[in-house]
């Protein structure tokens, strides 16, 4: 997708001082191991890294043009037989199942498992997948390898098998919980992600899988990543559930100075919602995996930032120090505000990054990338560190990521729909925010309660007031402003007297077309 020129956009925040260290929590837990594992660990997948980032990168063998250019259908034809997933026939609660390179998977990745007998590679095989019509199995290497994994556990049942994470691509993974449908995806590392420059993707060259024991409930992962400028080892704690929650570890080194070091990096699609135009043509409500990014502060402050499609590219940075936690969410859960039998939008996860240590000062940043479809993953966010240790010197990361459709919320109010429509006068917007919970709802209907909005340079209030919504319970704030002929900074909260109710709205206006 060309990028035009980025409205860089800087939504400030009073960090105080401290530096870039990320420390690793305590050990993490214990993953049941069958007796007389071998002693492969995090250790060393880090050794690896420190000496990968040792020597001249050396990008990916690519796997043969016939199965690059294949059609989407095509590849789709390529089936993995469930049959031959790893561990089947046992009684572990874990199975793996391999993806086959090809069209998007433009080369291989090394996969091994780790059991009691020691460390061994998974050897690539025909008769691991269905083929359907396609007519090329002959012509395909005997090494050809697999393009990444996807492991399933009993969510429901203990006698089916459910799919709940997938890492393949680059360094892309992505989860759901129990009742949820794929949606978003996280990434191992982002690298001048926005950039004129150009961005960066680092791949996963090499996984390890520690065979869990029979009655165990969480898995280990371990992930060797690579890149022109940077390498890393990782270490995945995986635990399904209602929330699949992983532990994330890694060590980076870099090769050559990064500009912009994205950490914990989430990657979805925003299309249209409730907030924006509904582009000609298209019938359904709203279209997107993640309606907005949320972040909470070391504060207490709880930020909340609905998604745009923008005409051009748009980043957006939140400066802090040591966030709580921060995350792209699907707010909106209701069937009809997609009315989409097939892409089940409403059943999408969200997903919340919560830091592990010190993370220092550095800056939530989001970007909003312009899309004319759904297909296409456009909004990215991550962390970026003010500071990090000179070349060559370990930098240490250490979070949870949660795959939820149960969103962290603030303990006020929350926004729960942003409207935006014509003003009074012309050139004039209308501004309409729903806040609820369970204190607002709480609240008298003669309560002092009032918006406090912000207006960036060159924007004017107009009016604003604030009225019970005597159908959800809780409250709307209502205001006007006159925009100027560029991208305008707003930001609104509420407040009962002298107390703040709710989290900060913060929205970037697009410019009239």
């Known amino acids: 997708m060309t990028m035009k020129a980025a409205a860089r956009i800087k939504t400030p925040k009073s960090p105080r001082p401290g530096s870039f260290i990320f420390a690793f929590a305590a050990a993490m837990t214990a993953v049941s191991m069958p007796a007389g594992a071998a002693p492969f660990g995090f250790d060393n997948v880090v050794q690896q890294a420190k000496e990968l980032a040792a020597k001249p990168f050396q990008p990916p063998k690519p796997i043969p043009d016939f199965l690059k250019n294949i059609s989407y259908d095509a590849f789709r034809d390529i089936r993995f037989k469930p049959e031959q997933a790893l561990w089947h026939q046992s009684n572990t609660k874990f199975q793996v199942m391999l993806i086959h390179p090809g069209l998007y998977y433009d080369h291989s990745v090394a996969i091994n498992i780790i059991d009691a007998a020691g460390v061994h590679q998974v050897q690539y095989s025909t008769t691991y997948f269905d083929y359907g019509h396609n007519k090329f199995v002959d012509k395909i290497p005997a090494d050809l390898g697999f393009a990444g994994f996807k492991l399933t556990y009993p969510l429901h049942t203990k006698d089916v098998q459910n799919q709940f994470i997938v890492f393949a691509g680059a360094s892309y ?227 949870t990521l949660n795959w939820t459709d149960y969103a962290p919320e603030p303990p006020s109010g929350k926004v729960t729909g942003t409207y935006i429509g014509d003003g009074d006068t012309p050139g004039s917007k209308r501004i309409v925010l729903d806040f609820d919970s369970k204190e607002l709802s709480g609240l008298p209907d003669n309560a002092d309660g009032h918006g406090v909005i912000t207006v960036g340079d060159g924007g004017k209030l107009l009016q604003n007031n604030i009225e019970r919504n005597p159908v959800t319970g809780g409250w709307r704030l209502v205001f006007q402003i006159k925009p100027p002929n560029k991208p305008l900074e707003l930001r609104a909260f509420l407040k009962n007297g002298n107390d703040t109710v709710s989290e900060t709205w913060s929205f970037l206006l697009p410019p009239p077309p």
């Open 173 to 399: 993974f992505r989860a759901v919980g129990a009742d949820e449908n794929f949606g978003l995806s996280a990434r191992g590392l982002a690298v001048d992600t926005g950039l004129q420059t150009g961005e960066e993707f680092p791949f996963f060259k090499e996984f390890w899988l520690v065979r869990p024991a029979p009655d165990a409930d969480q898995m280990m992962v371990y992930a060797l990543l690579d890149s022109k400028r940077v390498t890393g080892a990782y270490q995945f704690l995986i635990k399904p559930g209602d929330t699949t929650t992983v532990d994330v570890k890694a060590t980076l080194f870099e090769r050559a100075k990064i500009d912009e070091l994205g950490i914990a990096p989430l990657t979805s699609m925003f299309f249209y919602g409730e907030d924006s135009d509904r582009p000609k043509g298209y019938w359904r409500p709203e279209v997107h995996d993640s309606d907005g990014l949320l972040v909470h502060s070391s504060t207490g402050e709880w930020i909340w930032r609905p998604l745009i499609n923008p005409s051009q590219l748009v980043i957006s940075s939140f400066q802090l120090t040591n966030p709580r936690g921060f995350g792209l969410m699907q707010r909106d859960r209701h069937f009809y505000d997609y009315e989409d039998l097939e892409a089940r939008y409403d059943t999408r996860p969200s997903a919340w990054i919560e830091p592990k240590g010190d993370w220092g000062d550095g800056a939530v940043t989001l970007v909003e990338i312009p899309s004319d479809k759904e297909v296409n993953d456009n909004i990215v966010a991550f962390w970026v560190p003010k500071t990090v240790p000179k070349v060559g010197d370990p930098i240490n990361i250490a979070y």
